[in-house]
Structures are given as structure tokens and as C-alpha cells.
């Protein structure tokens, strides 16, 4: 009895520990980068539905340039983009400084029937006079993205881009589907 005991006391903190407690929904660790990744659902829709109408959105997201389909996945380069904290309820005084400047990402969007995926990789804020922050060394600690940053205003930013790429790859459905 005492070495069930014993053995329960050793791995329940190892189990609880490797768990990953992320701060955030969408914004993951992948590959030692941080990345962005949300799927949405389009109910009972098919796949070459979603295609069209990625097709025709896409076009539309704002920032997004050198997007073209190859196969059942679109990618582009998000540039000159703009975290927009004060719809969410931030205040300019309050936020990460790194906010207040554009950032680029890789973006792709894949589907299939009844949903479909967008991922932003490769994201970097291009400040003045500190160059490029990449998103990876904000939100994480340390260059092996192991961890997340536990610094309180690090994760209302990472936040706050979370809630603007979601806004941004949200499509709104029409009858033309």
C-alpha cells in the first residue's frame, strides 16, 4: 500500500506539469514557433462550398497580399497589419508597446466538409527603433518555445491578437453558398 502510494505522489506533478496550461485558444506552440490556429465550422456545408467561398473571402481580408490556391489549401503573406486592442477594451497606455506596430505572418486556410482551418505562422512586429519582435520570443520564454510567457500584459496581448486574427479569418455566410 505504501508503494502505490509512493508511485501515486511521484507521477501525479509529472502528469499535471506536462499538461499544457496555455493562456490562450488559439495561439500555440508548434514547432519551437508560435503560431495561430482556430478552425470554424460551417455547418452542413461541403468542401467545394467552403472552397468557393474561401475563394471569393479571402480576397477581402484586409493586409493580406500574395494569396493564391494550390490544391485544397490557400495561402498569402499578411503585411502591414494592425492589432486593433482598443476594440476589445484596451487602452493605449496599458498595452504591450509592440501592439502599436504593424506585423507580417504567413497565413494559410484549408477545409474540408463542414469547417475550415486558417494558420498564421511566422509572426513577427516590425517596431521602430527595436526592429523586428518575433511573436515567439514575445509570448514564450526563452528560444525553445517550451512555455509560455507568464508576464500578465505579454498574455493580454497575445490575447488581443488572438481575438483580431479570429475577427480577421472569421467569414460571414451568405445564401450564395
Given amino acids: 500500500m505504501k508503494n502505490?502510494?509512493?508511485i501515486l505522489i511521484i507521477i501525479i506533478p509529472t502528469v499535471l506539469y506536462a499538461q499544457n496550461n496555455s493562456p490562450y485558444r488559439s495561439l500555440k506552440l508548434d514547432n519551437n514557433q508560435v503560431i495561430y490556429q482556430q478552425t470554424f465550422g460551417c455547418d452542413s456545408v461541403y468542401s467545394e462550398n467552403i472552397k468557393k467561398m474561401l475563394s471569393t473571402f479571402v480576397p477581402t481580408i484586409r493586409n493580406l497580399k500574395d494569396?493564391?490556391?494550390e490544391g485544397d489549401v490557400i495561402t498569402?503573406?499578411?503585411s502591414g497589419s494592425y492589432v486593433d486592442y482598443k476594440k476589445y477594451g484596451a487602452k493605449w497606455g496599458n498595452t504591450a508597446a509592440?501592439?502599436?506596430?504593424?506585423?507580417?505572418a504567413n497565413v494559410?486556410?484549408?477545409?474540408?466538409?463542414?469547417?475550415?482551418?486558417?494558420?498564421a505562422t511566422s509572426i513577427v512586429f516590425h517596431t521602430a527603433g527595436l526592429g523586428d519582435m518575433d511573436a515567439t520570443n514575445l509570448f514564450s520564454k526563452g528560444r525553445q518555445a517550451k512555455d509560455w510567457n507568464s508576464n500578465a500584459i505579454i498574455i493580454r496581448a497575445g490575447e488581443y491578437l488572438e481575438q483580431y486574427l479570429t475577427d480577421?479569418?472569421?467569414?460571414k455566410q451568405t445564401e450564395n453558398w
Fill in 108 to 119: 494559410n486556410f484549408q477545409w474540408k466538409d463542414g469547417k475550415y482551418r486558417a494558420t
Fill in 67 to 69: 494569396y493564391h490556391l
Fill in 168 to 171: 480577421l479569418f472569421t467569414a
Fill in 76 to 78: 498569402g503573406t499578411l
Fill in 4 to 6: 502505490v502510494f509512493i
Fill in 98 to 104: 509592440f501592439l502599436n506596430h504593424p506585423f507580417s
